[in-house]
Each structure stands twice: as C-alpha cells, then as structure tokens.
C-alpha cells in the first residue's frame, strides 16, 4: 500500500487529454513539492516535472502539473502513442523521514 | 553530462550480503543529496535509503532498516549501498538517484530463497 495513492490505469485515444491524480496526506504532498516521473518499458524513470507544475528542458509542454492541498495532478494532453508508460508522482514525507512514491499509473493509448 | 553507474549487483542466497555502488559523473557529487530507490519485478518504485552531502544526515525505509547502509565517499565521486541478511523480497533493480534526478540505469539484485 503506496502512501500516495493514485489509480493503476488511465487510458485515452490519440491526441486526447488524460488526468492523473495522486493523493497524499499534511505530512507529504501539503508540505513538499510533487514531483513526476515517467517510465518506459525497460528503462529507467524521467523525471516529468518537479516543484509540482515546473517542466525540466526537454519535456514536451503537452505534459503539465499541479497542486492543491494534498493532492496533485499530472495532465498530458494531445496523447501521444509514445506516451504509453508508467506515471509515478513522489514527495518527501515528514512524518516519515524519507521519499514517498505513488502506486504508479499505467497509461494505455488505445 | 551527468551520470550515474551502479554496479555490483548480482544473485544471492537468502541471507547474504551484497555491496551496491554508483559511480558519478558530471556534477559536484559533495553538493548533492543521494537515494537508493529500488523497483521489484513489475511493481512500483520503493525508495530505501538517503544521505545528505556530507553523510551525517542518513534515512532508510522501514523495510530495509537494520540490514541495509547507505555510505558516500565524496572524495571518489561515489554512493554506496551495504545489504545484509538479504531476502527474497530485496529482489529487483536497484537506482541510483542524484536525489530524485537523475536516476542511474539500475543494477540487478535477485536473492534466491
């Protein structure tokens, strides 16, 4: 049981929009920034964006994040078949004293 | 560029020890915060283990307290993860994390019951 919750699968058809939410607690997502990560079969995650809705160089602006209270979302838009991966959010949690990971989304383009 | 190479991974027998390294490049590595996050075969990512730039700041996930010892050595430019009284569970990749970016390519723990 992931201490952030966010659903196992989200799908849609090329060049819609799909939401990815991520549920967390006082102690971790309505303190810290949100980070997101995608991850490709058999690679390693990329970082998505950071400081909740900030995209590093290099990540399409069809990707975008953001927060409120204690939760967040990430939001591609214009889906793209090579969009198809693993989404992961991540935060600190205070409470814990380390890096909190959601469950992971599996994002389908159909 | 940065980079982060881990190695040192490899199979085990319940109970054994096995010593993870990551090698970096491309960054002042003394000025930067390090993770252990690790992923089981088809689950999610776990995160195990920090160290602050300096080493005197040092967490771990209750799963891996104990067992598990995250050390750094600036002056090499690499990370270190000591895993001992290994189970089967610990199977999966295991990433090198320049805090939550960059991640290294992982390498393969697989700790046979």
């Known amino acids: 049981q992931s201490v952030l919750t966010q659903p196992p699968s989200a799908s849609g058809t090329p060049g819609q929009r799909v939401t990815i939410s991520c549920s967390g607690s006082d102690s971790n997502i309505g303190k810290k920034d949100v980070r997101w990560f995608q991850q490709l079969p058999g690679t390693a995650p990329k970082l998505l964006i950071y400081r909740n809705s900030q995209r590093p160089s290099g990540v399409p602006d069809r990707f975008s994040g953001s927060k409120s209270g204690t939760s967040a979302s990430l939001a591609i838009s214009g889906l793209r078949s090579e969009d198809e991966a693993d989404y992961y959010c991540a935060t600190w949690d205070d409470s814990l004293s380390g890096v909190v990971f959601g469950g992971g989304t599996k994002v389908t383009v159909l | 560029e940065v980079q982060l190479v881990e190695s040192g991974g490899g199979l085990v027998q319940s109970g054994g020890s096995l010593r993870l390294s990551c090698a970096a490049s491309?960054?002042?590595?003394?000025?930067?915060?390090m993770n252990w996050v690790r992923q089981a075969p088809g689950k999610g990512l776990e995160w195990i283990a920090y160290?602050?730039?300096?080493?005197?700041?040092?967490y771990y996930a209750a799963s891996v307290k104990g067992r598990f010892t995250i050390t750094r050595d600036n002056g090499k430019n690499s990370l270190y993860l000591q895993m001992k009284s290994l189970k089967a569970e610990d199977t999966g990749i295991y990433y090198c994390?320049?805090?939550?970016?960059?991640w290294g390519r992982g390498t393969l723990v697989t700790v046979s019951s």
């Open positions: 491309g960054f002042s590595f003394d000025s930067y915060e």
């Open positions: 994390v320049r805090y939550l970016d960059p």
């Open positions: 160290i602050n730039s300096n080493g005197n700041r040092i």
